[in-house]
């Protein structure tokens, strides 16, 4: 009854769209023009299981230039509605000249601050960008805003090597370990914690110095960390951005009193994980009566969903 729930909130999603946009940049030999390639149709494959709710875009190889990606956010500018998710994904080299983070594209390279204004335009409040190249960290100031998930492949500009960290994200796709609770659906946290740790796992494999360390805000402060987590405040909006979703053609006919429920329980969850993120602030007895009675009317919701 779980998975039948679970395509039940995404039916109820269904007034909303959510936008994929993949930029496959400037590889600078032909291995790495192939891999960068490769990754963004894997990718493209993945989300568009996503349903007809889900709007993919891909631009790679010699396409996918500074002034076609311009367009590409202006058409995508003109469509997206607020209630709608954008999520963008960048793949290739990056550069920094200890001012400035660079994406490199055939042609003129676009800044980390020319990237943020294009995703400033974007209507959706609620985005996110995976910047998997080298040098990603450095964007992270120019990107990092409310309601904007920033995920990087490295801590810093001065993490110059070429990331494996896009290998381990397209593999997190379609590896069911990444479902870490197995409901069929995978989110942003759920991909970046898979993603993260095959990385370290890679390089300690390889008897490697790590070369790029992951790093995720979505507070919509600059102040990324590795390990998000209630302690420090980072995850709660990458825990409910969902990138995999199951299809939801069941539930085309359910009832609508049950489609209420649904969302009484979507909503109890959210109220849940926001809760545990205030948890340091709360004198310890509240923050258990408070936990207590959502746990309870979520219990019953449940119930209810089930019979």
């Given at each position: 009854m779980r998975a039948f729930a679970l395509l039940l909130?995404?039916?109820?999603?269904?007034?909303?769209?959510?936008?994929?946009?993949?930029?496959?940049?400037?590889?600078?030999?032909?291995?790495?023009?192939?891999?960068?390639?490769?990754?963004?149709?894997?990718?493209?494959?993945?989300?568009?299981?996503?349903?007809?709710?889900?709007?993919?875009?891909?631009?790679?190889?010699?396409?996918?230039?500074?002034?076609?990606?311009?367009?590409?956010?202006?058409?995508?500018?003109?469509?997206?509605?607020?209630?709608?998710?954008?999520?963008?994904?960048?793949?290739?080299?990056?550069?920094?000249?200890?001012?400035?983070?660079?994406?490199?594209?055939?042609g003129p390279d676009v800044s980390g601050a020319e990237l943020a204004a294009m995703m400033d335009r974007i209507p959706a409040t609620r985005q996110l960008v995976v910047n998997m190249t080298s040098c990603s960290g450095a964007s992270i100031a120019a990107l990092a805003r409310k309601g904007r998930i920033v995920i990087t492949a490295t801590k810093s500009g001065t993490e110059k090597n070429a990331t494996v960290f896009p290998r381990y994200w397209v593999d997190a796709l379609h590896d069911p370990e990444a479902d870490t609770d197995k409901n069929g659906t995978l989110t942003t946290l759920e991909l970046y914690r898979y993603t993260e740790r095959k990385t370290a796992a890679y390089f300690e494999s390889e008897k490697l110095l790590a070369t790029e360390h992951p790093m995720l805000t979505d507070t919509g402060k600059a102040a990324a960390v590795r390990d998000p987590k209630p302690e420090n405040g980072q995850g709660l909006l990458a825990a409910r951005f969902s990138i995999i979703e199951p299809a939801g053609e069941a539930v085309k006919n359910v009832a609508p009193a049950k489609q209420r429920l649904v969302s009484k329980k979507e909503d109890l969850e959210a109220r849940i994980d926001k809760l545990k993120y205030e948890k340091a602030a709360m004198r310890p007895d509240d923050y258990k009566q408070q936990l207590t009675g959502l746990l309870l009317e979520l219990a019953r919701t449940q119930a209810e969903i089930d019979k």
């Open positions: 909130a995404t039916a109820l999603a269904g007034h909303a769209a959510t936008y994929y946009l993949t930029v496959a940049g400037l590889g600078g030999n032909p291995d790495y023009d192939s891999q960068f390639t490769k990754w963004a149709s894997e990718l493209r494959h993945e989300l568009e299981k996503n349903g007809p709710d889900a709007h993919v875009t891909t631009i790679a190889g010699t396409a996918a230039t500074r002034e076609a990606l311009q367009k590409v956010f202006s058409g995508l500018a003109g469509h997206i509605k607020p209630e709608d998710e954008f999520a963008l994904f960048l793949i290739g080299h990056g550069t920094y000249d200890g001012t400035d983070y660079k994406f490199n594209l055939p």
